[in-house]
């Protein structure tokens, strides 16, 4: 079964960086689309970051400028940098992957941005 983990959450100040990570088990596949949503306490979720596989990357406009995001194809490994990490940046991110028409999400990852 494929499985999307996040890891890196956690707790920063504003102004602070996080990186967070996702591995991919269960599929030796190299998905089309790797990237990163997010929900906030009492949001819809919402769209981070995507990257494909050939290396075209998408943002939200709230986050560009101030997040990354990065795929390693032979891990098979998503990343995404986060910088100057505000209070409104405080979600639950969800790793997702996407390829030959099936998608998967993570269990989620907690970010909190709060001095």
């Known amino acids: 079964q494929v499985q999307p983990v996040e890891s890196g959450g956690g707790l920063v100040q504003p102004g602070g960086s996080l990186r967070l990570s996702c591995a991919v088990s269960g599929s030796r596949q190299l998905f089309a689309v790797m990237g990163w949503y997010r929900r906030a306490p009492g949001k819809e979720r919402e769209l981070v970051a995507l990257?494909?596989?050939?290396?075209?990357?998408t943002y939200a406009d709230s986050v560009k400028g101030r997040f990354s995001i990065g795929r390693d194809h032979v891990k098979k490994t998503a990343t995404l940098q986060m910088d100057d990490l505000k209070s409104e940046d405080t979600a639950t991110y969800y790793c997702?992957?996407?390829?030959?028409?099936?998608?998967?999400w993570g269990q989620g990852t907690q970010v909190t941005v709060s001095s």
């Open positions: 990257q494909t596989v050939g290396r075209d990357r």
């Open positions: 997702v992957v996407r390829g030959s028409g099936l998608e998967y």
